[in-house]
C-alpha cells in the first residue's frame, strides 16, 4: 500500500505545480507506478486514457496522504499497544486483543479527542511524539530476512 499511497499524491503535486502537464498525465501516472510498485500498464496505454482518474480520490480531488500516513501510524499504534499489552515477542506475533493494558491505553487516547494536538495523542500510545516508520520494519522484519535468505544471488527489483 504505501508506495501506491505515496504516488498518488506525487502525481497529484507534480500535476499542481505544472511540472506534469495535460499531454503528459497517462505517461507520467504510469512512470511512477513503475518506479514505486514495479508495475506497467497490462495493455498500451495514451494520453487519450486518464488512468489516474480510475482511482476516486484523483478524480474527486480528495488528497491521499492521509491514508499514508495512516498507514505508518497504525503500525507504531500496534507497537506501542504490545508494548503495553507486555509482548516481548516479535512484532508480527503481538496480540493486543482482550488486553486491558492495551484497552486502557488506546482509551487514555481516544479520550483526548480533538482536544489535544495529534503528537500528544502519539505520546500516549508509543511514547514518541514523531511519526516513526521503524514498526513497519520491525513487523515485517521476519519476512524481510526470509526473502533476502530466497532470493540470496538471485536478481531482485525492475
Same mark, same amino acid.
Given at each position: 500500500?504505501?508506495?501506491?499511497?505515496?504516488?498518488?499524491?506525487?502525481?497529484?503535486?507534480?500535476?499542481?505545480? =505544472?511540472?506534469?502537464? !495535460?499531454? %503528459?498525465?497517462?505517461? +507520467?501516472?504510469?512512470?511512477?507506478?513503475? /518506479? $514505486?510498485? =514495479?508495475?506497467?500498464? !497490462?495493455? %498500451?496505454?495514451?494520453? +487519450?486514457?486518464?488512468?489516474?482518474?480510475? /482511482? $476516486?480520490?484523483?478524480?474527486?480531488?480528495?488528497?491521499?496522504?492521509?491514508?499514508?500516513?495512516?498507514?505508518?501510524?497504525?503500525?507504531?499504534?500496534?507497537?506501542?499497544?504490545?508494548?503495553?499489552?507486555?509482548?516481548?515477542?516479535?512484532?508480527?506475533?503481538?496480540?493486543?486483543?482482550?488486553?486491558?493494558?492495551?484497552?486502557?491505553?488506546?482509551?487514555?487516547?481516544?479520550?483526548?479527542?480533538?482536544?489535544?494536538?495529534?503528537?500528544?495523542?502519539?505520546?500516549?500510545?508509543?511514547?514518541?511524539?514523531?511519526?516513526?516508520?521503524?514498526?513497519?520494519?520491525?513487523?515485517?522484519?521476519?519476512?524481510?530476512?526470509?526473502?533476502?535468505?530466497?532470493?540470496?544471488?538471485?536478481?531482485?527489483?525492475?
Amino acid at each position: 500500500f504505501l508506495p501506491f499511497g505515496l504516488l498518488i499524491d506525487q502525481w497529484r503535486w507534480k500535476v499542481f505545480s =505544472g511540472e506534469i502537464t !495535460p499531454a %503528459e498525465y497517462n505517461k +507520467a501516472w504510469w512512470e511512477l507506478r513503475t /518506479k $514505486y510498485q =514495479g508495475i506497467a500498464p !497490462p495493455v %498500451e496505454r495514451s494520453e +487519450a486514457d486518464f488512468d489516474p482518474g480510475a /482511482k $476516486y480520490h484523483v478524480a474527486a480531488n480528495v488528497p491521499y496522504t492521509r491514508y499514508f500516513l495512516a498507514h505508518i501510524l497504525q503500525f507504531q499504534f500496534h507497537r506501542g499497544l504490545a508494548q503495553a499489552a507486555g509482548c516481548h515477542e516479535p512484532l508480527h506475533r503481538c496480540s493486543i486483543y482482550d488486553n486491558e493494558a492495551a484497552g486502557a491505553k488506546l482509551d487514555k487516547m481516544l479520550a483526548m479527542g480533538q482536544s489535544r494536538p495529534w503528537p500528544d495523542a502519539l505520546e500516549a500510545i508509543d511514547g514518541r511524539r514523531e511519526m516513526d516508520a521503524s514498526a513497519i520494519l520491525d513487523y515485517f522484519a521476519p519476512l524481510k530476512q526470509w526473502l533476502d535468505e530466497q532470493n540470496q544471488g538471485r536478481p531482485t527489483g525492475w
